[in-house]
């Protein structure tokens, strides 16, 4: 087979213009750099796209009511059909793995499968999807344990998979990092429309000030931040770019945090709508440092895109963050020694909050050491994540895989 008739068909939860998380990122990026090599298809949930080489598909009607991982299963059957024809078929995150690990029996054609998350290092879904989590648990398991190849978006990523299904053969198993649209994520260009964002949401660009960006979810450790700020000086602000909670109760307890900074402190934004890109680089733009205090993160697309706007990074020293953050160079890493239970809770919470707090200091008592973080790590990005190189190395997998 010529490597320009080669059909490669995406299966995906998220794809624009419903994206909600790094794994719908990395899709819409992966395909478009994909496209010039080999002949592409996406099939997406959330229902019909315009886009030509991309179908949706919306939850079946006679699966309204159940639960939300039965729902998922109805659409992964319909994407496991519209894989006929494929060569490869190629599944991101335990929504579509089952749907991929079907297209593959039924078509006997290989399956791969990228590793963003691991449903067994993220017990706290059990809270959202009730017994759905059993089910979601089984379909990543069942996928990764038939799967041809898998992708590992960070060496902690590959890690963590043979650990988690240790049936798994090693030699599946390919380290292919995320990557980044450098031409989409730098600095703005556009003065006027970053001062106009910055004066809606009340950011003062004279402050030093405290970036987050991220779902409202166990694994990116927000209660966690919002405690550590207690201990920032009075005059920082605090950027909260968070939405999309898994649950009531972890929404509650953030909302609980947020209101009690804003009594002691000014300079607390919570914005809770998803940003379009160039009004997110707007807010990034006014940070002084980023920070990531996931307790999970298998690779963080989130602070590859503040680094490429210039920012430094303060992020926890876990799973692929420290393959991204250069420590002492383009940020810098929080300890954290975790339960190895699946939780990646901390083993003493307060220290860890602390450790927050300090790095957080450290980084904001000196601007123009900051300045110095941020302009490496624009470098670090623009030499190790680009989309093109990404590409490269996600079709020699697809190479290997089709060579047997």
């Excluded at 001062?195 to 030093?208: K, N, T």
């Excluded at 996931?294 to 692929?320: F, H, K, Q, R």
Aim: aromatic residues 6%.
């Amino acid at each position: 087979m010529s490597e320009n008739t080669m059909r490669v068909d995406l299966l995906t939860r998220e794809y624009p213009p419903h994206i909600y998380g790094g794994a719908g990122v990395h899709v819409a990026e992966l395909s478009r750099v994909l496209r010039p090599h080999i002949d592409v298809r996406v099939h997406a949930f959330d229902g019909p796209r315009d886009e030509e080489g991309v179908s949706g598909f919306s939850d079946l009607p006679e699966l309204a009511e159940a639960n939300p991982a039965l729902r998922t299963f109805g659409v992964d059957l319909l994407l496991a059909q519209a894989c006929e024809g494929a060569d490869l078929v190629h599944s991101h995150t335990w929504y579509a793995n089952l749907g991929g690990h079907l297209a593959s029996l039924l078509y006997d054609i290989p399956h791969i499968l990228s590793a963003h998350s691991l449903e067994p290092l993220r017990p706290w879904k059990a809270e959202q999807l009730g017994g759905g989590y059993a089910l979601s648990s089984w379909a990543e398991r069942t996928a990764y344990e038939g799967a041809t190849g898998v992708i590992a978006v960070s060496g902690g990523m590959r890690e963590d998979i043979l650990r988690a299904y240790p049936a798994v053969d090693p030699d599946i198993v390919h380290v292919v990092h995320n990557g980044i649209d450098l031409a989409a994520w730098q600095p703005p260009s556009d003065p006027e429309h970053r001062a106009q964002v910055l004066q809606r949401y009340g950011i003062d660009d004279s402050r030093r000030a405290v970036v987050f960006v991220g779902r409202i979810t166990r694994q990116k450790g927000l209660p966690y931040l919002l405690r550590a700020v207690r201990e920032l000086d009075d005059d920082v602000q605090v950027i909260l770019c968070a939405g999309a909670p898994d649950t009531k109760e972890i929404m509650a307890e953030v909302v609980g945090l947020v209101e009690e900074l804003k009594q002691t402190r000014d300079g607390v934004i919570w914005i809770e709508d998803m940003l379009p890109r160039e009004d997110l680089i707007a807010v990034l733009s006014a940070g002084t440092v980023f920070t990531c205090p996931s307790i999970y993160e298998p690779l963080g697309i989130v602070n590859l895109e503040a680094m490429a706007v210039g920012l430094p990074v303060v992020g926890s020293a876990t799973g692929g963050i420290p393959e991204v953050i250069d420590d002492g160079v383009t940020g810098v890493l929080i300890p954290i020694e975790q339960v190895q239970d699946g939780t990646g809770t901390p083993l003493d919470p307060d220290t860890f909050i602390a450790d927050i707090a300090e790095r957080l200091n450290y980084v904001l008592s000196d601007p123009a050491r900051a300045a110095q973080m941020g302009q490496a790590a624009r470098r670090r990005v623009e030499e190790h994540f680009s989309w093109e190189a990404i590409a490269e190395r996600t079709l020699e997998v697809y190479r290997r895989v089709l060579a047997g």
